[in-house]
């Protein structure tokens, strides 16, 4: 398998959530994608962009497109979106409404993506906390990413789900198969 | 992509090494793989077989054949073997030997091994101590062996390697294609 | 210094909060000393009791009349009080009048606590994240409830403070000498 | 309780011990107890000075001799020492003669020295570790040191001992009054 580069958007999401010791609320700082990468010793081709800071759950249809509009015009062809996991399951779906092509986007917006393996992950617990999923799941979705064919994915779990046959059980706090 | 199980041969290197707080000295003891894996909320399918606990510098040529062996008689396609990095190399040309078949072994024993997806992963620090690398390379073998087609590879440094194309840089301690 | 016999406390506060990863919430489980009391190494003769698990700035009256009833009628000295650090300080100054003796207690209850050393202790960051003050936090509330006189102390930041001659300063989050 | 400036004198021990990925053994490089301070918030007045790095097992009569050099040159009258706890009593000892004066010393010595509170303390297992009793003992030990009158001090496992009162059982790795 050669390596080829890998994008990853970063999207907020608990993956990301800090502690204010000040009020004891959770929040947005920085991303922890550098610190994580450098922990796992990966030596995989990664660029690092920040889209947004949020709760997937305050997520709007305009924060989505932006989402899949920075997936179309990136250079890679293999990208991971960190995100909240509440509406992962819909972003990916915009995604691929956009890779596959529908009547409401313009064939120009779609030509762009097509071909380009996406991937989105996130955690249940903030990596910064204590027995957080977050370093094996990204690990995991690093790795296949690079490994699966185009197409729009889920990687939660250890496992990997296609876009849409894929929900969280808030039950539970995991990903199914549907 | 279908949920297959993974069978998980475990053999002690770094990964699992442990410290001795009364003579300071490095050990092993249980693995950590069960933890971990509740740790990542793996949901997959996994079987976990200790076949070893050993520092792969001492590993000798009958610990391989036994890798080797019950690799081949392993029910499960998908194998992750985890090893000491010192010799995960050597380790894995056994297994492809195996697997491809060669001279040095009857065909009735190399008919058993073909088709399996083998990874060998590691950590060049313990999981047990602060700073490892361990949980991310978990996750990044648990879905390479998932994604990836029959071989024998090494998932190390969030990248996956075929067997006969890495090499370990000893002197920056991460794992590079030759 | 021989060893004495210590009490413990247990009121909640941020000290044991943990992350809640279905909902995203910080919410009281079990309490996490005897935990950090074998990481600690501790040989101190402890005894542990859950009077309380709440967020100090929900702690009534009535909460405090029971912390106060509850260190009059121990049996130890020697007592330390995991608290919330929004209003440890009003739990202390409680204590202290009770100790003192007060117009509003009976001399029957006041003559129970005289003699008594009692620690207040916290943490600013919950002992299940990452980057929590509580493991130092407690051991040096330890070593302040079994080396000081009788009194009433708030043990934070690597220092003691007596009951009246300290505040929780809001903006730096840390406890200042007045 | 004044605040009073707290000297800390670095010798190694496990407590500072770090683990080499690349060839797997246990080093040192720099002390953690900046770090470490800072997780703990603490607002003591402290002054860090390394005088070695070495393994208590190797400290030689010289390396006693500075130590009790330095802390008799020490402004302040409140010093905590990290060590190794293999020999920490024999510092101790080396200490508690020099304070209290000896045949050895000239008057000249010894009179710089009378008044202190020194306290050792070190750790089972490396801070750098996952499981390290290290940053427990810290907030121990600085709080002994604040707490208690002038003498030599031995602080592990949340206790204080005597420096003539302790040894280290190294069936048990714990610290007990003899």
């Given amino acids: 398998m050669n390596p080829e580069p890998v994008r ?8 990301d959530k800090e502690y204010n010791e000040l009020n004891g609320s ?14 796992g010793r990966s030596r995989i081709d990664v660029s690092i962009s920040t889209l ?9 249809a305009a924060d989505r497109a932006r989402i899949v509009d920075e997936c179309g015009r990136a250079a890679e062809m293999r990208i991971l979106i960190t995100h909240g996991t509440d509406t992962m399951v819909e972003t990916a779906a915009a995604l691929a409404t956009a890779l596959i092509g529908d ?3 313009s064939p120009a917006e779609t030509k762009s993506v097509p071909g380009k393996t996406i991937v989105l992950t996130g955690a249940m ?3 910064a906390f204590g027995s957080s999923d977050g370093l094996f799941n ?6 296949f990413v690079q490994a699966l064919q185009a197409g729009v ?3 939660m779990n250890g496992r990997c789900f296609d876009w849409n046959r894929v929900l969280k059980n808030r039950q539970t ?6």
């Fill in 103 to 105: 009547r409401l986007r």
């Fill in 153 to 155: 994915y889920i990687a």
């Fill in 138 to 143: 990204l690990g995991s979705a690093l790795s």
């Fill in 52 to 60: 947004m800071m949020i709760d997937s759950l305050e997520m709007t």
């Fill in 8 to 15: 990853v958007f970063v999207t907020g999401g608990t993956f």
């Fill in 125 to 127: 617990v903030p990596y």
């Fill in 26 to 39: 959770l929040f947005f700082k920085d991303t922890h994608l550098p610190e994580m990468l450098r922990l």
């Fill in 173 to 178: 706090g995991t990903f199914e198969a549907i």
